[in-house]
């Protein structure tokens, strides 16, 4: 049964508790790119695509660890004149484009220490994962990878998750234009939005904790972040009076980055996928090639999912998928429409599972997207403000849905 939940209605001019059914608030979490995490998963994938250029069939698993004045850099490859990369290089360059350019804050592209602590792949995964035959190639690990797609929102996301990136790249592009200049990398955005029989109708609660210069009087930070957060979400239309804020919370935020928390590769996987809606197989994306089902099935599934929702199967539809190291096809393909779709679930699994729509094979994920060799876009893109919902990447594209229609017999 769904849930029953209880509001205050001030829309009435009463104060009392209106009964609405089917209704929840759902929050979802962004951080910037300066975030120390998010620092790490764009050099893993800053190095992964320097090693993609190089050697499109390349192996790359990079992780990157922060701290203060300290950048560390560990994983496996299998690169082709992987020498040629100059690890080090790659990682203060992303450090300064993310803006961490003053040793004030701790933490300094030109001053950090760097320690490398990459080597080579291990054989016994390369021989499950490369074949004489690109098609025979098997699966980089074994476990789950979900896609989701929902009606919620023009992108077929959930609404939460893709507010709390817009308002974040918004402040990323006045801090980095100048426009607000004492603003510094690191931030968070959480938005709480309340849905009713599933749609999202109204905007809650807004949090932003925002890293700033030191001096800065707390009732300008206030001001100025809700005026900004306020251009941001009034064209989503769920902006009401009643919507909470709650602007550097703690009243000081000052040592960011990472002088003030350490960071790591992958920790930020709800931020990267649908802020906590539906569900996730547990593996990170960044830093990892395309041979990793980690990424790249997650990838496809999102793909998928999309592509039945475009095409009217479902209003909300989620996709799990298994797989087995060094082996091609998929154990397992399970669809759950949430009770909204227009057939019977089991004939949408029967769809994906046919391959003649979409192929799940690691070799046809990294045909179909293009994972090799990108175009217009890099896997560094996909480290800050989401791996979705984001029209750039081409498991975005809803160009299978009219095929879908056609094989279910959907006018």
């Known amino acids: 049964m769904p849930a029953v939940c209880y509001i205050l209605d001030s829309h009435l001019g009463k104060n009392f ?24 998963d764009q050099i893993s994938d ?6 993609m250029a190089l050697d499109p069939s390349g192996h790359v698993a990079c992780e990157t660890l922060v701290t203060s004045n300290l950048t560390v850099n560990v994983g496996e490859l299998k690169v082709r004149n992987v020498e040629r990369i100059n690890f080090e290089r790659i990682a203060r360059g992303v450090v300064k484009d993310i803006g961490y350019v003053k040793p004030g804050l701790g933490y300094s592209y030109d001053t950090f220490n760097y320690v490398c602590g990459l080597h080579a792949q291990s054989t016994d995964i390369d021989q499950g994962v490369s074949r004489a035959k690109t098609e025979d190639q098997g699966a980089g690990d074994q476990g789950m990878m979900f896609g989701y797609a929902s009606k919620a929102t023009p992108e077929l996301m959930p609404a939460p998750i ?14 980095k234009s100048g426009k607000i200049k004492y603003l510094e990398p690191d931030s968070k955005a959480q938005v709480s939005v309340l849905h009713e029989d599933g749609n999202p109708v109204r905007i ?37 009076n009643q919507t909470k804020w709650f602007i550097n919370p703690t009243g000081r935020f000052v040592i960011g980055g990472p002088q003030g928390d350490s960071g790591v590769t992958g920790r930020k996987i709800i931020v990267d996928t649908y802020g906590g809606v539906g569900s ?8 990892k090639d395309p041979s990793k089902v980690d990424r790249s099935a997650a990838y496809y599934a999102r793909y998928a999912a999309k592509n039945i929702v475009a095409a009217g199967l479902a209003e909300k539809c989620e996709i799990q998928v298994a797989y087995a190291i060094g082996v ?19 004939r949408i699994a029967w769809l994906l599972q046919k391959g003649d729509i979409f192929d799940f094979t690691p070799a046809g994920i990294v045909r179909d997207l293009g994972l090799t060799k990108p175009k217009g876009w890099c896997y560094r893109d996909t480290a800050a403000y989401g791996h979705f919902g984001r029209a750039k990447f081409p498991w975005e594209r809803i160009d299978r849905a009219a095929a879908l229609r056609s094989a279910a017999r959907i006018k």
């Open 162 to 175: 893709v507010l709390s990136h817009r308002l974040l790249e918004k402040l990323a592009a006045l801090r």
């Open 328 to 346: 091609a096809k998929p154990l397992s393909i399970n669809v759950s429409t949430y009770g909204t779709a227009s057939i019977d679930e089991d």
């Open 17 to 40: 508790m209106s009964k609405l059914a089917s209704c929840h608030v759902f929050t979802s979490e962004s951080v910037s790119e300066g975030h120390p995490d998010k620092v790490c």
């Open 280 to 287: 996730h197989g547990g593996g990170a994306f960044s830093g």
């Open 204 to 240: 809650t609660t807004v949090v932003i904790s925002h890293q700033t210069a030191d001096g800065v009087p707390l009732a300008r930070i206030r001001k100025d972040l809700k005026e900004v957060a306020v251009s941001v979400l009034r064209p989503s239309g769920l902006l009401t």
């Open 46 to 51: 800053a190095i992964l695509d320097a090693c």
